[in-house]
């Protein structure tokens, strides 16, 4: 999934982040948003940081099939971004789930933030 560039002081619109595994779909039964973390590792510096915004509207996958063809809606979760979160340069974005059995991260791609127009 690509990330639009951000500019300073825009937290609009919320991030919808698919959860899409190496095979099969991701189960969040049980899970609320303090499950999930959003993780930015700027790719100047290597400088690591966890996001302050917050999670919600958690969804869970759907698998529908109409004549013969199915198609996989994936998991998905929403993050509202803060000004915090806003800080100029380019990053590596994961989102981490925690589970009963462990954690998953799921990169996201590079993201930009620039500085206001």
């Known amino acids: 999934m690509g990330i639009s560039p951000t500019y300073i002081g825009y ?4 991030w919808t982040i698919q959860l899409v595994p190496d095979s099969g779909v991701v189960d969040i039964s049980g899970l609320a948003t303090n499950n999930f973390t959003l993780l930015l ?5 290597g400088a ?4 302050a915004g917050t999670f919600s509207n958690i969804t869970a996958s759907a698998t529908n099939t109409v004549n013969d063809i199915t ?18 340069g380019r990053y590596d974005v994961w989102v981490t789930v925690t589970f009963s059995n462990g954690t998953q991260p799921f990169y996201m791609g590079i993201w930009e933030v620039l500085a206001a127009i």
């Open 11 to 14: 937290l609009a619109p919320k």
């Open 48 to 51: 690591k940081a966890t996001g």
């Open 71 to 88: 198609t996989i809606t994936p998991a998905s979760v929403q993050y509202q971004l803060v000004s915090a979160d806003l800080v100029i």
């Open 41 to 45: 590792r700027n790719k100047e510096t």
